[in-house]
């Protein structure tokens, strides 16, 4: 089972930029899908975005929509969250996770089986 370690988080001043890495390790993301969940103050872990490997597909939440963006290396072991026009309320703990290909909707925890540590965002001025 492919394991997952994410890196890039910090803290920067609302209207900045940061990009988060989730990198495979023990395996490749191949035939997997990918996903971005972050858990903020009310302890709720929450769907973000989401990329499908074999076909290259994308899921997002509502409410990054047009300043996040998914994607990956050709290598298929390292999936990227380049985070834009960030908010306070982008503040969170934001954890990669993976899961073969499954009919679990993207956006259900349930359908990931390896996550990673996760890694602090935080935007405050």
């Known amino acids: 089972q492919v394991r997952v370690v994410e890196s890039g988080g910090g803290l920067v001043h609302p209207g900045a930029s940061l990009k988060l890495s989730c990198a495979a390790s023990g395996g490749t993301f191949r035939m997997h899908k990918v996903a971005w969940f972050r858990q903020g103050p009310e302890n709720e872990r929450k769907f973000v975005a989401a990329?499908?490997?074999?076909?290259?597909?994308?899921s997002y939440a509502d409410s990054v929509k047009g300043r996040f963006a998914i994607s990956r290396d050709d290598a298929g072991n390292t999936v990227y969250l380049q985070m834009n026009s960030l908010e306070p309320d982008d503040t969170a703990v934001y954890f990669c996770?993976?899961?073969?290909?499954?009919?679990?909707?993207?956006?259900?925890?349930?359908?990931?089986?390896?996550w990673g540590q996760g890694t602090q965002v935080t935007v405050s001025s």
């Open positions: 990329f499908w490997w074999p076909t290259g597909d994308t």
């Open positions: 996770a993976a899961g073969l290909i499954s009919t679990i909707s993207v956006k259900s925890p349930r359908a990931y089986s390896s």
